[in-house]
């Protein structure tokens, strides 16, 4: 067996254990290299057809959303990047400290005609899950939340003055 043979094999039982299932319509994707193709474009598109396949899985899907935060004498803001999230699948709350934003997006909407076979995508499709950890002196009991075109601006304003703790 050759090392492309090797890798190509590892690869396959690679995407087993991601997905749990075999390729889609009982494809493989180990096969033998024809002796008339050229070996390098072979194997890209192999390559491309894997990577096409994971790209298709739901358990690649999840995802932490990128997250910028900005802070002002006021105000902290957080600027949540969630493309394709609508108002109904997005969830704000807090936990303690903490902001959790929760989002879902889902397929899209109408963008790509039906039966349409994916090839290659790396906009993510899922849930996603980010938590805002902030200094103590944010106003949690205020938090604002807006959502304009696919970024989520997150506007806490700052305590007047630092929470006291009582030492015993």
Do not use: K
């Given at each position: 067996m050759s090392e492309i043979d090797r890798t190509i094999e590892g690869v396959e039982q690679?995407?087993?254990?991601?997905?749990?299932h075999p390729p889609e319509n009982g494809e493989t994707i180990h096969e033998v290299i024809p002796s008339a193709t050229d070996p390098t474009r072979w194997v890209e598109r192999q390559m491309d057809r894997?990577?096409?396949?994971?790209?298709?899985?739901?358990?690649?899907?999840?995802?932490?959303?990128p997250l910028g935060v900005w802070e002002t004498p006021e105000h902290y803001y957080a600027l949540v990047d969630l493309p394709g999230v609508s108002r109904e699948a997005l969830k704000v709350s807090v936990r303690g400290a903490e902001i959790l934003?929760?989002?879902t997006r889902t397929a899209f909407s109408g963008a790509i005609p039906d039966g349409a076979v994916v090839r290659y995508r790396e906009q993510r499709i899922g849930s996603s899950r980010r938590l805002v950890a902030l200094p103590p002196d944010a106003n949690l009991e205020h938090v604002e939340a807006k959502l304009t075109d696919g970024v989520l601006l997150l506007r806490v304003p700052r305590a007047a003055t630092p929470r006291a703790v009582s030492v015993k």
């Open positions: 690679l995407y087993r254990s991601i997905t749990g894997l990577m096409s396949l994971l790209a298709a899985t739901p358990e690649a899907e999840s995802t932490s959303a934003v929760e989002a």
